[in-house]
T-cell receptor, first 113, second 113 residues
Framework: DSGVTQTPKHLITATGQRVTLRCSPRSGDLSVYWYQQSLDQGLQFLIQYYNGEERAKGNILERFSAQQFPDLHSELNLSSLELGDSALYFC????????????FGQGTRLTVV | GDSVTQMEGPVTLSEEAFLTINCTYTATGYPSLFWYVQYPGEGLQLLLKATKADDKGSNKGFEATYRKETTSFHLEKGSVQVSDSAVYFCALTLSGGSYIPTFGRGTSLIVHP
């Protein structure tokens, strides 16, 4: 158990809908990262938050947004969903922004039908 | 930008065979290097790490040595088991600035009895 909790584990929704994925980082970890994993694109970095503030953006679509709350949990919001958004979404956390490893949740598998 | 390149898979081996998965990196500073493993249906788990040149990371019979001169961090195991079947990701992190854990595309390992 990595200590990072993601909910829900599975999500099936229709095109055009909006969903929210939730992540609780390890106790004490200030940094949260969101990744998208698909068969053809590998593990793609989406966005990072550190202690409530957005720190870095990767290949995140404008239809997607995220935030980190004062209790450090984070949510990833995906809207106007398309079939191509079907993927595994991982949250990871780390203590800081330094040379430390990231701890991953088990992921949310999103299926858009 | 910073990047990690891994050999493409799948790598298919018989039980007790020797394993090498190649990983090279490009980084602007002095990264820490990691190998993560992803078992089917699970999130990524840290397998081993090395934080400076010539360091050797090891865990569960796996080893990798940080080679600054060749910018490499190849993963090796002397005798693989069926239970080692998984996807292996090489990754790097850099301290300071806009910190993003950067992953390779992953290499699938299949071990047959």
């Amino acid at each position: 158990d990595s200590g990072v909790t993601q909910t829900p584990k599975h999500l099936i929704t229709a095109t055009g809908q909006r969903v929210t994925l939730r992540c609780s980082p390890r106790s004490g970890d200030l940094s949260v990262y969101w990744y998208q994993q698909s068969l053809d694109q590998g593990l793609q970095f989406l966005i990072q938050y550190y202690n409530g503030e957005e720190r870095a953006k990767g290949n995140i679509l404008e239809r997607f947004s995220a935030q980190q709350f004062p209790d450090l949990h984070s949510e990833l919001n995906l809207s106007s969903l398309e079939l191509g958004d079907s993927a595994l979404y991982f949250c990871a956390s780390s203590v800081s922004q330094g040379n430390t490893e990231a701890f991953f949740g088990q992921g949310t598998r999103l299926t858009v039908v | 930008g910073d990047s990690v390149t891994q050999m493409e898979g799948p790598v298919t081996l018989s039980e007790e065979a020797f394993l090498t998965i190649n990983c090279t990196y490009t980084a602007t500073g002095y990264p820490s290097l990691f190998w993560y493993v992803q078992y089917p249906g699970e999130g990524l788990q840290l397998l081993l790490k090395a934080t400076k040149a010539d360091d050797k990371g090891s865990n569960k019979g796996f080893e990798a040595t940080y080679r600054k001169e060749t910018t490499s961090f190849h993963l090796e195991k002397g005798s693989v088991q069926v239970s080692d079947s998984a996807v292996y990701f090489c990754a790097l992190t850099l301290s300071g600035g806009s910190y993003i854990p950067t992953f390779g595309r992953g290499t699938s390992l299949i071990v047959h009895p």
